[in-house]
Structure formats: structure tokens, C-alpha cells
């Protein structure tokens, strides 16, 4: 019997630990505001604002396509200006976890980019992504044109008839206001931390995915 004691409190301290580490991960040593991304694309190219849940997956999907510039992780939709990553995740500030996208309309357009965004995550979830919960992981599309607004409803409306997703698509379709980019120990997460147990375990499934879903959309394929 205190054998078996002495184990599950072993347990619960390596529990614990794991924990510790991850939201220490998380959160950063440093708690410095956000910063406010300029709302216009460069000459060329185009943006698009998704929030899909964990901002780390999602950065680290389109990070894998053609015609992607750029993916920065940040918060986007609420009302509090430069909000810390803490503030966030107490889903008080209206804000969700989002990556804007810089892409060149020339070589990918926006329909494909909705297309990756629909496989990257469960959009039949609300406020939630598998063990992250709260408006701050909701799924949503931040439109900056009328175009892009009206290609997201379309894409929408087919997706939830063609009977893909076991419930209906709970997505929020709302205008972009303003992007706050990130802390930098979030950007470019999954690149620079491939080997760690929460990338292997929830962002490379997702990144695979895509990876084998649209080959033909991808950056540096190898022959086949």
C-alpha cells in the first residue's frame, strides 16, 4: 500500500512538473505588450486573418504553402489594445489566438487558403480545439474586403452542405479590425521547436495533414 502511494505521488509530481514546463512554455519568462501589425499588405500581395485555435498549429500549416510570405501569430477581434499573451488566455479581451497571412494572390488565392484553413481545425467546436477551451481558440475569419467576406460565406455555406464535418460549421465570419502581433518567443513556434512533446504530439498531425492533402499547394515538395 505505500508502495503503491509513494508511486502515484511520484506520478503526480512528474504530472505536475510537465505542467510547469508547459505553461511556462506557454506564457514566456516576460510579459510584454503586443504589438499593432499595419492593416495593409505590401505592393502585390494580400492578407488574410484566421483564428483556428492554437495560434502555434495554425501559423505552422500555412507556413507550408505556396505563395505564403509571411504567417505572424497574434490576437485579433477584441477590444483591448496591445493585450499580453496573459490577458488573452483569461478570455476577457475579446481577443481570439489568430495568424494574419501575407500572400501573393498570383500564386495562391484566398478560396485555397479557406480551403487549408477548413482542414487545419475542427470548425464544428465553438470556443474550443481539442483541450484548449475558450472565445480566445474560437474559429473565425477576419475579412478585409468585402470579396474576401463574400468567398468566406460561399465557402461556408458549401462546406455545411456537403455534410463533411459530423455538426454543423459554428465559424464566425466578422470584419477585420486589428491585428496585435504576438510575443516573439510565440513566432515561427513549431520551425524552431519541431523536437518538443506538445509539437510532436498536436502541431505535427495537423502539419502532416496538410502536408498530404495538398501536396500540390506546397513549398520545397520532393520528388516523387
Not at 520551425?191 to 495538398?214: L, M, Q, S, T, W
Request: overall charge neutral.
Amino acid at each position: 500500500m505505500r508502495l503503491k502511494k509513494s508511486l502515484l505521488g511520484f506520478l503526480g509530481l512528474v504530472v505536475g512538473l510537465l505542467v510547469v514546463l508547459y505553461l511556462g512554455t506557454r506564457y514566456g519568462t516576460t510579459e510584454t505588450p503586443s504589438v499593432l501589425e499595419p492593416a495593409e499588405p505590401p505592393p502585390g500581395m494580400a492578407k488574410a486573418t484566421f483564428g483556428a485555435g492554437c495560434f502555434w498549429c495554425t501559423e505552422a500549416v500555412f507556413q507550408q504553402l505556396k505563395g505564403v510570405q509571411s504567417v505572424v501569430s497574434g490576437y485579433s477581434g477584441g477590444t483591448v489594445k496591445g493585450p499580453t499573451y496573459r490577458q488573452v488566455c483569461t478570455g476577457a479581451t475579446g481577443h481570439a489566438e489568430a495568424v494574419q497571412v501575407t500572400y501573393d494572390p498570383a500564386v495562391i488565392s484566398y478560396e485555397e487558403l479557406l480551403e487549408v484553413f477548413w482542414q487545419a481545425h475542427d470548425p464544428t467546436t465553438r470556443d474550443r480545439q481539442g483541450n484548449d477551451v475558450g472565445s480566445q481558440y474560437r474559429s473565425v475569419i477576419f475579412y478585409h474586403t468585402d470579396e474576401q467576406k463574400e468567398l468566406a460565406e460561399r465557402s461556408k455555406q458549401k462546406l455545411d452542405a456537403s455534410g463533411l464535418f459530423d455538426g454543423p460549421i459554428v465559424t464566425e465570419i466578422v470584419p477585420f479590425t486589428a491585428f496585435y502581433r504576438a510575443e516573439t518567443h510565440h513566432q515561427n513556434y513549431f520551425a524552431e521547436n519541431a523536437g518538443r512533446p506538445y509539437c510532436r504530439a498536436f502541431i505535427r498531425p495537423k502539419v502532416d495533414k496538410v502536408k498530404k492533402v495538398f501536396r500540390d499547394k506546397l513549398k520545397d515538395v520532393p520528388p516523387e
